[in-house]
């Protein structure tokens, strides 16, 4: 319609410019195409970040339908959210002081002479939150065929971590989902106290 009346106005020697843009012609403005034209725009634009967060994809993280009227996607995470893992953290080290082990989690599926504890300088990482954790990590393919079972570990500042085992052991789908490559099945992992599955965007 824009088309065939900016070609009207041509044809008939008037021109299109701005002095004649708001000049009827034929029942129709130029600039009423112009301002549908923006209006498509910006629907398509949002429409088009709206579903890309949203339809399922065999990559990515997908949010929630209501994604876009919650408080945490216009103002960042919620920082109360924080405060919980970090107090639930330090309950967890007060219970390394009543007595109770911490690091059962991490021995569930290993031998636990083949665990090596902590040192006291990493133990004041996890105080402070400056840790990866993860905790009982699962994911379960639509198929059914189960390709993380259980993984549980912490990560420390300073070391080189190395994440070994033979073909079909779960590494690839492992670092997938804590990159935000596929989304997990269960489980838990904190960084630096941000949820990672929850906060991608903090934690990046």
Not at 94 to 104: A, F, H, L, P, T
Not at 110 to 130: A, I
Request: with cysteine.
């Amino acid at each position: 319609m824009g088309c065939q009346n900016l070609g009207l106005f041509e044809g008939n020697g008037q021109g299109l410019n701005v002095d004649t843009i708001n000049n009827v012609y034929q029942n129709y403005r130029f600039v009423d195409s112009l301002i549908i034209m923006t209006i498509s725009l910006i629907i398509t634009f949002w429409l088009g970040i709206y579903l890309d967060n949203v339809l399922p994809s065999a990559y990515g993280l997908r949010k929630p339908w209501y994604f876009c009227f919650t408080a945490s996607y216009w103002f960042g995470a919620d920082p109360d959210r924080r405060i919980r893992i970090h107090n639930r953290n330090s309950n967890a080290s007060q219970s390394d002081i009543e007595g109770r082990n911490d690091y059962d989690f991490e021995t569930k599926f290993m031998k636990k002479e083949n665990f090596e504890p902590p040192s006291n300088d990493l133990k004041s990482q996890e105080k402070d939150n400056k840790i990866l954790k993860i905790q009982e990590l699962k994911k379960t393919f639509d198929n059914g065929f189960q390709a993380v079972k259980g993984v549980n570990m912490k990560m420390y500042n300073g070391q080189i971590f190395a994440l070994l085992g033979h073909n079909g052991a779960g590494k690839t789908t492992t670092i997938s989902m804590l990159t935000g490559l596929l989304t997990s099945t269960s489980g838990q992992c904190e960084v630096f106290g941000y949820d990672l599955f929850h906060d991608m965007n903090n934690v990046r």
